[in-house]
């Protein structure tokens, strides 16, 4: 989006979900913000999306290490690193 073109440039539903995070600490630059925002306008599945991560953000906003089974948050800890390790080809 240019200064003169007040319409946002399009964005794609995994671009949206790529950004979500930024979106909600209020990082985007102004344009991002627009496409997004236009985004949601248009998508009530990213905007579904959305208000689930809210409510996720608000539901394990107190939640506390000590409060996970120590065998869950192992399993977790394992998921999370083969993941990134899938994600760089297997160095961690």
Known sequence: MTSSD?????????EMVE??????????????RAAFDAHLAL?????????????????TGTLAESDVDP????????????WR???SGGAV
């Open 6 to 14: 007040p319409t946002p440039r399009p964005m794609s539903c995994p």
């Open 71 to 82: 065998g869950v948050l192992a399993a977790l800890l394992r998921a999370f690193r083969d």
């Open 19 to 32: 950004l979500l995070t930024t979106y909600l600490d209020g990082a985007l630059d102004d344009a991002d």
């Open 85 to 87: 390790a899938s994600r």
């Open 43 to 59: 998508c009530p599945g990213c905007v579904r999306y959305l208000d689930q991560y809210r409510e996720t953000i608000a539901a």
